[in-house]
């Protein structure tokens, strides 16, 4: 009997896993085609009998993908207009899957990639400072493991990438505070895809590893010196946009979209 209950019980939850990627992929489709302006801001979305007939999914998996955008910022409903898209400065720009479908969709405007960086200059700094006042063992292995795979990896691929987020990931943590943990996934969505734009989706990719920028931030944070990991940790970011010539993402010639 026991046996059987535990088959059921795997049943529903092969189900439940199997809904909820229909789900994610609905979402995801609809999320780039908002970012990416096919549905434009104030536009509906598809309207429901005709895109349950035209891609067969259920009304449940349909709706729940709207709710998800919905939670997001991105989409409004109202009784007489229903379903419509928000406008942008209602979406939550730091969610993960918002920072994803920008990148995803072709060249960020270029407000929003230096939105990115404002913000991280903003919250990293003073979190690499309290990093070397609070940081522990554990935080450091996290922070050479991260190293270690920045100096083993070529910056074009995605393992590159994950790790220069697993380094500004472990600031975050390693600063002890909740409030920055609440942050993080978003924080490192910006990391990731604003380097992996920087490093390998430009027209004119940046080709020089900052590694050693990275490593003089941990040295700064492993000897408990705040000021010198504030320090770095300022330049670091205030020169992400800079390649070795000292041109930007801006003198690329990108499009550019007012909020």
Known sequence: ???????????????RTQDKRKNESIADWLGRQIVAGKIAMGGPVPKEMVFLAETGISR??????LRRLAGKGMLVTRTRSGTRVAPREKWSLLDPDVVRWS????????????ALYEMRAMIEPPAAAFAAERRTEADLAAFRRALHDMRTCDMTESAWHNADASFHRAILTSSQNPVLGALEAGICA?????TAFRYRDMPNPHTRNPV?????VFARIEARDPAGARRLMTELVDTALLDSR??????LGLPTLKV
């Open 103 to 114: 990148f995803e969709s072709g060249a960020p405007p270029d407000w929003y990639i230096r």
């Open 1 to 15: 009997m026991a046996e059987k209950t535990d088959e059921a019980v795997a049943l529903v939850e092969a189900m």
């Open 190 to 194: 910006a990391v990731a895809h604003t």
């Open 212 to 216: 050693e920028e990275h490593a003089a």
């Open 246 to 251: 000292g041109t930007t993402v801006f003198d």
């Open 60 to 65: 449940g998996a349909y709706r729940e993908a």
